[in-house]
C-alpha cells in the first residue's frame, strides 16, 4: 500500500531560491517577538518547523546570525536579490528548519497550534481564533 506524502514548494519573492517540503510540519506557530516583527515588516511571524530531512531548496541564499533571547543563535537564510526570508535555523534545535510560512506556494498548511512572545502582541491585534 504507497502512502501519499505531502509535497509543498515555496519560492522567495523573484524566484532564485526555491524549497522543497515532504511531508507535514512538525509545528505552525505565530511569533510576537521583537525580532520577528523586525524580519517580516509585519506585527508578528508565522512559521512552520520541519525536520531538515523534509527539506530541501535550490538557489544561493546569504546567512545572518544573532544570538536569541535565550543566548542560542538563530540564523536566518535569505535570498541575496530580494531579501525574502527563505529558513531559520536554531542552534539549540539542529535537527530542524523553520520556514516562513508566507513563502509558500500554497496555503493549505496547518493552522498554528500556539504563540509565543505573547508579551509584545501589539495590543489592537486580534484573531477570529485564539492560538
Not at 523586525?38 to 520541519?50: E, I, L, N, P
Not at 538557489?59 to 536566518?76: A, F, H, I, P
Not at 500556539?114 to 502582541?121: I, M, S
Request: proline content about 5%; glycine content about 6%; some cysteine.
Amino acid at each position: 500500500m504507497k502512502h501519499n506524502v505531502k509535497v509543498r514548494t515555496a519560492e522567495c519573492s523573484c524566484g532564485q531560491v526555491s524549497l522543497i517540503c515532504k511531508g507535514e510540519p512538525i509545528r505552525t506557530a505565530i511569533c510576537h517577538c521583537f525580532a520577528c516583527q523586525k524580519r517580516t515588516g509585519s506585527v508578528f511571524g508565522v512559521q512552520a518547523r520541519f525536520t531538515k530531512s523534509q527539506v530541501t531548496y535550490s538557489g544561493d541564499v546569504v546567512e545572518y546570525t544573532r544570538l536569541g533571547d535565550s543566548g542560542n543563535q538563530v540564523s536566518y537564510s535569505f535570498c541575496p536579490a530580494c531579501g525574502s526570508t527563505m529558513m531559520l535555523t536554531l542552534s539549540a534545535l539542529p535537527d530542524f528548519v523553520v520556514i516562513p510560512i508566507g513563502v509558500f506556494n500554497s496555503q493549505d498548511l496547518p493552522q498554528p497550534s500556539f504563540a509565543v512572545y505573547e508579551e509584545h502582541k501589539h495590543s489592537w491585534l486580534k484573531f477570529a481564533c485564539q492560538v
